[in-house]
């Protein structure tokens, strides 16, 4: 069975930094791209960032030049380095990755139960 697990959130002021990680375990063969995704009260869940198991990546607009996203393929695990933190980032983030397990043929969609970020002004 295959998991990912979110960590690193939490509250800080605006200004701010955090750094959430996602671990995927489990009886994983390979895994694909992975990516960051958000969902404020209200809103509906939108794509923050994206990384390929070459390591390119793809922000959104809205976090440009603030967020970083990177992996360690060794250890199943990917990150967002996020700055200069803004009230508007307050959200739940949730790790995404296109994992083949052990027992598979092709890759599946999966998703981590999510972390909060919450950014006082």
């Known amino acids: 069975q295959v998991q990912l697990v979110e960590s690193g959130g939490g509250l800080v002021q605006a200004g701010g930094s955090l750094r959430l990680s996602c671990v995927a375990s489990?009886?994983?063969?390979?895994?694909?791209?992975m990516a960051w995704y958000r969902q404020a009260p209200g809103k509906q869940r939108e794509l923050v960032a994206t990384i390929t198991s070459g390591g390119s990546t793809n922000y959104a607009d809205s976090i440009k030049g603030r967020f970083t996203i990177s992996r360690d393929n060794a250890k199943n695990t990917m990150y967002l380095q996020m700055n200069s933190l803004k009230p508007e980032d307050t959200a739940v983030y949730y790790c995404?990755?296109?994992?083949?397990?052990?027992?598979?043929?092709?890759?599946?969609?999966?998703w981590g139960q999510g972390t909060q970020v919450t950014v006082s002004s």
């Open positions: 489990g009886t994983i063969f390979s895994i694909d791209a």
């Open positions: 995404q990755a296109d994992i083949r397990p052990l027992s598979g043929l092709r890759y599946y969609d999966y």
